[in-house]
C-alpha cells in the first residue's frame, strides 16, 4: 500500500485525472491504462493523462471530483488494481443519537467521535459519522459528518468502502430503520462492516470455552442458572455473581454472598445511582426478591478472589486492536479500583481508573503481570476473531488477577466504553486505540481491493 498522496484540483468540464508522470510512462510501457476512478462506493469512467508540468502528482478534473463526491483538503491512499484507481479508505463511522446541530452533532460523544477522524485524517482516510437518516438511497450518498480544524461539518459523501459498527446500545441495533440500513448495505459488493453488533455474553463463553488454549482463563460460568446450581456454586465459592447476558456497563450485575459460618445470604447490587446490601434468611428469598421474573437471560459466575489495593478489588480493562498487518495488538491497559460497596469497578459505580504502573509501584507487584495480561489478552483476541461471524477489529477486555497470579476473563466487549482515557496519563493510548481503528481500516481496504475472498481474521 503507497502512502497516502496529496489531490490537486483543476478546473476542467472533462472527468479527468492527472497521474504522476512516472506512473504514466510506466503505464504507456505496458500499454495498459486504468480507465475507471473509484471513491468509496462511487465509480467513473475517466480519461488518464500525465501531469501537465511532469510533476509527481495526482490532479483531478472538478467535475471528478464533484461526481466522486471527494473530500478535498486532505490526503488519500491511491491504489491501481483490475484496471481501477482506487482512492480511499472511505469509512463511514455508523452510530445514533444526533443532535442535528453542527456544534455537537453527536451530544456528548462528539469529542470521542472527533479524536477518531482526526486520526483517520492524519493518516489519509477519509472517514465520516453518519445514522439510518443521512442516507439517500436513490443518490447512493451519505450526507456524513466529519470534523477537521474547522470544527464539524456536514458534507454530501460517496457510501462507505467500509463500515465500522458504533451504535450506542442494543436497543437501536434492534429499530426496524436501523436493520433496513443493515440488510441494504449488506448488498453492496464492494462493501465491508467490521464490528458487527455487541457480544452476548454466553455465546462469548460458549466459543472461548471450546478452545483449549484459553479456556483456563475462564471462570466457571452456568447459563440460566436453577437455584440448586447457585446453591452449589456457593457452596465451592463462597461469592457467584449474576449478570444479564446481553447487559453493559456493569448494569443489573449483582453478587451474591454466602460466607461459611454466617446462616444469611447477602447480596450486593446497584439501583437508583447506589450501591446497596442487602440480607436474606435463604438463597430461595433472595432470588425470589432480586429476581423477580427469573433467572433466564441471565448467567452465574463464580467469584474470583482478586488482587485489592486498600481492601477494594482491581480489575483490568484492556484494549486490543488489529493493525496495519491485520495482528492483534495490545492498545490500552488500565487498572480499575472498585468502589466502596460497589459490585464492580465501573466508574458510574463509584469505581477509580489507575494506571498499570500505579498497581505496580504502590502494591509492590511484579512487572511480570503486565505480561500475562497481554498474553492473555491477544489470545482471547485471537481466538474471539476466529470464531466470531464477520470482522472484528477491536475488542474490549475486562480481566482479573487472583492472589495466585492467574489471569481470569470477565467479560469482552464488542463497542469497548473509552471511560478509562479520562486519566490523564493514558492519553498516549486513546490516541494509539483511534489510530489503530484506522491502520486496520487500510489493511482491510487492501484486502478488498486485491479482491481476496478471505480477509485475514
Given at each position: 500500500m503507497l502512502n497516502p498522496q496529496s489531490i490537486s484540483v483543476v478546473e476542467e468540464k472533462e472527468d479527468v485525472i492527472y497521474t504522476p508522470f512516472s506512473l504514466f510512462q510506466q503505464w504507456v510501457m505496458n500499454r495498459s491504462f486504468p480507465s475507471k476512478v473509484m471513491y468509496g462506493q462511487r465509480e467513473v469512467t475517466v480519461t488518464i493523462q500525465p501531469h501537465p508540468d511532469r510533476k509527481e502528482q495526482y490532479m483531478l478534473s472538478t467535475t471528478l471530483c464533484n461526481k466522486l463526491k471527494l473530500l478535498k483538503d486532505q490526503q488519500h491512499h491511491i491504489y491501481e488494481s483490475n484496471g481501477t484507481l482506487h482512492i480511499g479508505p472511505v469509512v463511514g463511522i455508523f452510530t445514533a443519537g444526533f443532535t442535528g446541530g453542527?456544534?455537537?452533532?453527536?451530544?456528548e460523544r462528539s469529542s470521542m467521535f472527533a479524536k477518531l477522524l482526526s486520526e483517520a485524517m492524519q493518516l489519509g482516510v477519509t472517514a465520516y459519522v453518519f445514522?439510518?437518516?443521512?442516507?439517500?438511497?436513490?443518490?447512493?450518498?451519505?450526507?456524513?459528518?466529519?470534523?477537521?480544524?474547522?470544527?464539524?461539518?456536514?458534507?454530501?459523501?460517496?457510501?462507505?468502502t467500509l463500515?465500522?459498527?458504533?451504535?450506542?446500545?442494543?436497543?437501536?441495533?434492534?429499530?426496524?430503520?436501523?436493520?433496513?440500513?443493515?440488510?441494504?448495505?449488506?448488498?453492496?459488493?464492494?462493501?465491508?462492516?467490521?464490528?458487527p453488533g455487541f457480544f452476548d455474553k454466553w455465546s462469548v463463553h460458549e466459543l472461548l470455552y471450546d478452545n483449549k488454549h484459553v479456556r483456563n482463563y475462564l471462570p466457571d460460568t452456568l447459563n440460566s442458572p436453577e437455584a440448586s446450581q447457585i446453591e452449589e456454586m456457593l457452596h465451592r465459592y463462597k461469592n457467584v455473581y449474576v449478570k444479564p447476558?446481553?447487559?453493559?456497563?456493569?448494569?443489573g450485575i449483582q453478587q451474591i454472598i454466602k460466607r461459611r459460618k454466617d446462616p444469611f445470604y447477602y447480596c450486593k447490587f446497584r439501583t437508583n445511582g447506589q450501591n446497596r446490601l442487602r440480607r436474606y434468611t435463604s438463597l430461595k428469598r433472595l432470588l425470589r426478591?432480586?429476581?423477580?421474573?427469573?433467572?433466564?437471560?441471565?448467567?452465574?459466575?463464580?467469584?474470583?478472589?482478586?488482587?485489592?489495593?486498600?481492601?477494594?478489588?482491581?480489575?483490568?480493562?484492556?484494549?486490543?486492536?488489529r493493525n496495519r498487518d491485520g495482528d492483534w495488538e495490545v492498545s490500552a491497559i488500565a487498572a480499575k479500583l472498585a468502589g466502596t460497596g460497589s459490585v464492580t469497578t465501573h466508574v458510574t459505580s463509584g469505581g477509580k481508573i489507575l494506571t498499570l504502573q500505579d498497581i505496580v509501584n504502590e502494591m509492590g507487584k511484579s512487572k511480570s503481570i503486565t505480561q500475562d495480561i497481554k498474553i492473555a489478552a491477544l489470545k482471547l483476541s485471537d481466538s474471539l476473531s476466529e470464531k466470531m461471524e464477520g470482522v472484528i477489529g477491536e475488542i474490549g477486555f475486562d480481566l482479573g488477577i487472583d492472589h495466585e497470579g492467574a489471569v481470569w476473563l470477565f467479560e469482552a466487549n464488542a463497542k469497548p466504553g473509552r471511560g478509562i482515557f479520562?486519566?490523564?496519563?493514558?492519553?498516549?493510548?486513546?490516541?494509539?486505540?483511534s489510530r489503530l481503528l484506522f491502520e486496520f481500516s487500510i489493511?482491510?481496504?487492501?484486502?478488498?481491493?486485491?479482491r481476496q475472498v478471505a480477509v485475514k481474521r
Amino acid at each position: 500500500m503507497l502512502n497516502p498522496q496529496s489531490i490537486s484540483v483543476v478546473e476542467e468540464k472533462e472527468d479527468v485525472i492527472y497521474t504522476p508522470f512516472s506512473l504514466f510512462q510506466q503505464w504507456v510501457m505496458n500499454r495498459s491504462f486504468p480507465s475507471k476512478v473509484m471513491y468509496g462506493q462511487r465509480e467513473v469512467t475517466v480519461t488518464i493523462q500525465p501531469h501537465p508540468d511532469r510533476k509527481e502528482q495526482y490532479m483531478l478534473s472538478t467535475t471528478l471530483c464533484n461526481k466522486l463526491k471527494l473530500l478535498k483538503d486532505q490526503q488519500h491512499h491511491i491504489y491501481e488494481s483490475n484496471g481501477t484507481l482506487h482512492i480511499g479508505p472511505v469509512v463511514g463511522i455508523f452510530t445514533a443519537g444526533f443532535t442535528g446541530g453542527t456544534y455537537k452533532p453527536i451530544g456528548e460523544r462528539s469529542s470521542m467521535f472527533a479524536k477518531l477522524l482526526s486520526e483517520a485524517m492524519q493518516l489519509g482516510v477519509t472517514a465520516y459519522v453518519f445514522g439510518t437518516h443521512h442516507i439517500d438511497w436513490n443518490e447512493k450518498k451519505i450526507n456524513g459528518y466529519i470534523f477537521d480544524k474547522s470544527g464539524w461539518s456536514q458534507h454530501p459523501l460517496p457510501f462507505p468502502t467500509l463500515v465500522y459498527d458504533r451504535l450506542p446500545n442494543r436497543r437501536i441495533e434492534r429499530l426496524p430503520a436501523t436493520t433496513e440500513t443493515k440488510m441494504k448495505f449488506e448488498q453492496e459488493t464492494n462493501m465491508l462492516w467490521f464490528n458487527p453488533g455487541f457480544f452476548d455474553k454466553w455465546s462469548v463463553h460458549e466459543l472461548l470455552y471450546d478452545n483449549k488454549h484459553v479456556r483456563n482463563y475462564l471462570p466457571d460460568t452456568l447459563n440460566s442458572p436453577e437455584a440448586s446450581q447457585i446453591e452449589e456454586m456457593l457452596h465451592r465459592y463462597k461469592n457467584v455473581y449474576v449478570k444479564p447476558t446481553n447487559g453493559s456497563l456493569g448494569i443489573g450485575i449483582q453478587q451474591i454472598i454466602k460466607r461459611r459460618k454466617d446462616p444469611f445470604y447477602y447480596c450486593k447490587f446497584r439501583t437508583n445511582g447506589q450501591n446497596r446490601l442487602r440480607r436474606y434468611t435463604s438463597l430461595k428469598r433472595l432470588l425470589r426478591q432480586q429476581f423477580s421474573k427469573g433467572l433466564e437471560g441471565y448467567m452465574a459466575q463464580r467469584g474470583i478472589h482478586l488482587l485489592s489495593c486498600n481492601g477494594k478489588p482491581i480489575d483490568f480493562r484492556v484494549h486490543t486492536n488489529r493493525n496495519r498487518d491485520g495482528d492483534w495488538e495490545v492498545s490500552a491497559i488500565a487498572a480499575k479500583l472498585a468502589g466502596t460497596g460497589s459490585v464492580t469497578t465501573h466508574v458510574t459505580s463509584g469505581g477509580k481508573i489507575l494506571t498499570l504502573q500505579d498497581i505496580v509501584n504502590e502494591m509492590g507487584k511484579s512487572k511480570s503481570i503486565t505480561q500475562d495480561i497481554k498474553i492473555a489478552a491477544l489470545k482471547l483476541s485471537d481466538s474471539l476473531s476466529e470464531k466470531m461471524e464477520g470482522v472484528i477489529g477491536e475488542i474490549g477486555f475486562d480481566l482479573g488477577i487472583d492472589h495466585e497470579g492467574a489471569v481470569w476473563l470477565f467479560e469482552a466487549n464488542a463497542k469497548p466504553g473509552r471511560g478509562i482515557f479520562s486519566h490523564p496519563n493514558l492519553s498516549a493510548s486513546d490516541k494509539r486505540t483511534s489510530r489503530l481503528l484506522f491502520e486496520f481500516s487500510i489493511y482491510l481496504y487492501e484486502q478488498l481491493i486485491k479482491r481476496q475472498v478471505a480477509v485475514k481474521r
